[in-house]
């Protein structure tokens, strides 16, 4: 594992189980044991958090960039 050795042991404290056993569970083994340490079905949500949405370019939406074709339209402009 890459990660350092005080984080590796904070981890295994608040899981419950050591890195390496983690690395070797598959995906069922891993459901179960989240299962059996909150004790009912993980769910995700579909809704999705406003604060976590990507808003895009500002520049985008200010329209503050330009392409060739913006430059050359105010190059005709000032001829």
């Known amino acids: 594992m890459y ?3 005080t984080t590796q042991k904070l981890l295994e404290e608040s899981i ?3 890195i390496r056993e983690l690395s070797q569970m598959d995906v069922d083994e ?3 044991y989240v299962i059996s340490k909150i004790g009912k079905v993980p769910i995700f949500s579909n809704k999705t958090d406003s604060r976590m949405r990507g808003r895009g370019n500002p ?4 329209r ?3 392409t060739m074709d913006d ?3 105010r ?3 000032l001829k």
């Open 3 to 5: 990660l350092n050795h």
């Open 16 to 18: 419950g189980k050591s």
């Open 30 to 32: 891993e459901r179960a």
């Open 59 to 62: 520049l985008i939406a200010r």
């Open 64 to 66: 503050r960039i330009c």
């Open 71 to 73: 430059i050359d339209k």
């Open 75 to 77: 190059i005709m402009e």
